[in-house]
């Protein structure tokens, strides 16, 4: 059995463990859960290294291009702005290793792509990582997940706080750096300091498009694209798989932490997120794995407890396991 590296989540290592110390009709059934997961723990590899590192370069053609005056402004917007909205959720695939795992001989790509795929959003990826691994660590508790700022009570309130929350003070910069401190890792205070100089940067940018006379693409081609995705991301890649923010981390709770929910976007307008519960408890399963793991999983998670009903099973049309 491995060891979990610290500051690290690395799910079947602690499910492991889990296992040995029930030693019951509870522990077979998380024996069995464990067998399946690892059948999807496999690497993302060059699909997703080639998606992100193409995706990022055909952001910044567009980018370019506009200011060239060689690309309509509104197809460049177009093409910013779906790349704006999944940029964050390939990086994602980077911080948990699963682009290419830690020690394999491309591992500095997994980085790499993690680092590019967030420069359209202006993050760096050190501080996406710190924040997103105390995420995994402490979901849904309020004074230690650094997304607990995404709760809303309604769709609408969800969308007007990720708005709040992007203002110059208080919101995600408050909480990120919060988090950064209570990591307290020298990684993590360099992940801060990077937050502050690419920050800078991107205005810098800006100021620099506007005062050459290129304000319109810089407003429409990166600024709003940015907020677009931004919005998206706080609401799909947070809000829906969390709300009500109520399973924790723990043993059981960690069923309840995230629900399994159908959106009106389907699976690929909503990134898949109505699978998020199989990341939460096994996030070395890569994204494009998360639906057939789930479906494979379903019957032990309807076991659980997970309410699967919006996800009901495969050629069924309706919820026979619950
Ligand atoms: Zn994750």
Known sequence: MSVMLPGEWVGAEVDARAVTGLGSANGQLRGEEI????????????????????????????????????????????????????????????????????????????????????????????????????????????????????????????????????????????????ACEQVGTRKAAAAARHAIALGWLYVAALMIMAWSGH??????????????????????LSWMPHHPRQGRQGRQERYRSTRVFHSALGDLGSSYMGYHLVHHLYPTIPLHLTKPAYHALRPILVARGVDCSAKPARGTGMDQCS
């Open 215 to 236: 304000a319109l693409v810089a407003a429409l081609v990166w600024w709003l694209p940015r907020h677009i995705g931004l919005t998206y991301g706080r609401i799909y």
């Open 35 to 178: 067998a399946i997961a690892r059948q999807f723990q496999v690497a993302g590899g060059w699909p997703y290294a080639l998606a992100m590192l193409g995706g990022t370069g055909l952001w910044a053609a567009s980018l370019v291009l506009a200011l060239a005056g060689w690309m309509p402004l509104m197809a460049a917007f177009v093409v910013s702005t779906l790349f704006c909205s999944c940029s964050y959720l390939f990086a994602h695939e980077s911080i948990h290793h699963n682009v290419f795992p830690r020690g394999s001989r491309w591992h500095w790509l997994n980085e790499l792509c993690g680092w590019v795929a967030l420069l359209p959003m202006a993050l760096p990826f050190s501080l996406a990582r710190v924040v997103h691994v105390r995420h995994h660590a402490h979901v849904n508790d309020p004074d230690a997940d650094p997304d607990f700022i995404d709760d809303a009570p309604t769709l609408r309130t969800a969308v007007w706080r990720s708005i709040v929350n992007r203002q110059p003070v208080g919101g995600w910069r408050e909480s990120y750096r919060r």
